[in-house]
């Protein structure tokens, strides 16, 4: 744990005593889909220096938030996952998400992979009008993420589980502008940006289901 600490009772101070240290809750968020290598994390988190870094993935794992595995085979690998107290963290991610989607960002400003689809959780948006199903298949550099839409609900998950009705390939500067910035989908796709392979339709319709309410930061 912190050697700082708020030494207050209250459950929201608690908490605040293990991941209010800068970077921690970052570091739980790009865990949040899955297990990550050290390098995989500094990729998510290009701000935090290499020593800053090792010393708050120390202090989560002596509260118990992640934990250290071996990925593989063929090659075994070192990584950091969430426990499941660790992944009790998400709902409060995503909330967080949500809540900063209505402050101004500097320009130019990146974000992380891990980052955007969990955004994507947090301003989802079914039509009331009419049900919707779908599941895509974001590919973002050497990372794929599958997603699946409901009239219910959202679900993300890295990798590659099933067959999907597209995949859409493309940065995440990309894939926000389709989201939240206006640009067409087709618009896209012949710029080069985006990359679709199967239903475009379906495609289309998805980029339509995530909205900002007046005065939210789309960019």
Not at 177 to 198: C, K, N, Q, W
């Amino acid at each position: 744990m912190t050697q700082r600490t708020y030494q207050d009772a209250c459950g929201a101070a608690r908490t605040m005593d293990i991941v209010g240290e800068r970077w921690a809750l970052l570091i739980v968020r790009e865990l949040v889909f899955g297990p990550k290598r050290f390098g995989d994390l500094r990729a998510g988190l290009p701000k935090a220096s290499q020593n800053v870094l090792s010393q708050r993935l120390r202090e989560l794992e002596q509260s118990g938030i992640v934990r250290r595995v071996q990925l593989g085979p063929p090659a075994s690998v070192h990584a950091y996952e969430l426990t499941e107290r660790g992944q009790q963290l998400e709902p409060t991610l995503i909330e967080l998400s949500r809540w900063g989607a209505g402050l101004p960002a500097e320009p130019d400003v990146e974000m992380s992979t891990d980052a955007f689809m969990l955004l994507l959780k947090a301003l989802y948006r079914p039509p009331t009008d009419a049900p919707v199903t779908a599941r895509l298949r974001l590919q973002v550099g050497s990372d794929a993420f599958e997603v699946g839409v409901s009239s219910s609900g959202i679900s993300v998950a890295r990798g590659r589980s099933g067959p999907v009705d597209v995949t859409v390939t493309g940065t995440v500067r990309a894939l926000r502008e389709l989201m939240f910035g206006g640009t067409p989908l087709r618009s896209a796709v012949s710029t080069g940006e985006i990359e679709v392979h199967g239903d475009t339709a379906a495609a289309e319709r998805f980029f339509l289901l995530f909205g900002a309410t007046p005065g939210e930061w789309t960019g």
